[in-house]
T-cell receptor
């Protein structure tokens, strides 16, 4: 089944403890992206990658890192999480950056930083 | 900067009614517009994708239209069912930008049995 898989689905952590949220897609998509969703603010892009080894900042990149060493994986790294990073996170992918195709989203990761 | 607005923010209808959700965007230079469904605390499920050259797309009881020149799209749901209850999001893919999708804030739909 074609899908975007995020892990974990739920995560509670403490301030300052480094964590990684994994994202993997099995559709050979070139484009991948991370979003966070917050009440009243909607979905905002954190980082995106147009291909392997190519990443760029979205609208809210502060406090996050990403890497794209393989086409299928696009992990989101929080080096020193803070409570304001408590949010619902989504990974998405598309074949051609959404120009002719749409986006496929993962099921989300609910992160709580205490 | 592209802005996407969805009205109404919330909608409650009795089962069986036909309904229309609205999405408007400020910059008509788009590649396409995509409608998503989101159940509480869950991921986004793609419903329909309309390319800028198209006027509408249909899938089952859903029909989405696009008027690029006026910056509007509608999602029509026929014969609504309680299982249609969810938040519906529209997102536009701005042309000439690598920054990807701009989302509306969504319409929370409740279909009452």
């Amino acid at each position: 089944e074609a899908q975007v898989t995020q892990n974990p689905r739920y995560l509670i952590t403490v301030t300052g403890k480094k964590l990684t949220v994994t994202c993997s897609q099995n559709m050979n998509h070139e484009y991948m992206s991370w979003y966070r969703q917050d009440p009243g603010l909607g979905l905002r892009q954190i980082y995106y990658s147009m291909n392997v080894e190519v990443t760029d900042k979205g609208d809210v990149p502060e406090g996050y890192k990403v890497s794209r060493k393989e086409k299928r994986n696009f992990p989101l790294i929080l080096e020193s999480p803070s409570p304001n990073q408590t949010s619902l996170y989504f990974c998405a992918s598309s074949l051609m950056g959404g120009v002719r195709d749409g986006y496929t989203f993962g099921s989300g990761t609910r992160l709580t930083v205490v | 900067k592209q802005e996407v607005t969805q009205i109404p923010a919330a909608l409650s209808v009795p089962e069986g009614e036909n309904l229309v959700l609205n999405c408007s965007f400020t910059d008509s230079a788009i590649y396409n517009l995509q409608w998503f469904r989101q159940d509480p605390g869950k991921g986004l499920t793609s419903l329909l994708l309309i390319q800028s050259s198209q006027r509408e797309q249909t899938s089952g009881r859903l029909n989405a239209s696009l008027d690029k020149s006026s910056g509007r799209s509608t999602l029509y749901i026929a014969a609504s069912q309680p299982g249609d209850s969810a938040t519906y999001l529209c997102a536009v893919r701005l042309s000439g930008s690598a920054r990807q999708l701009t989302f509306g804030s969504g319409t929370q739909l409740t279909v009452l049995p």
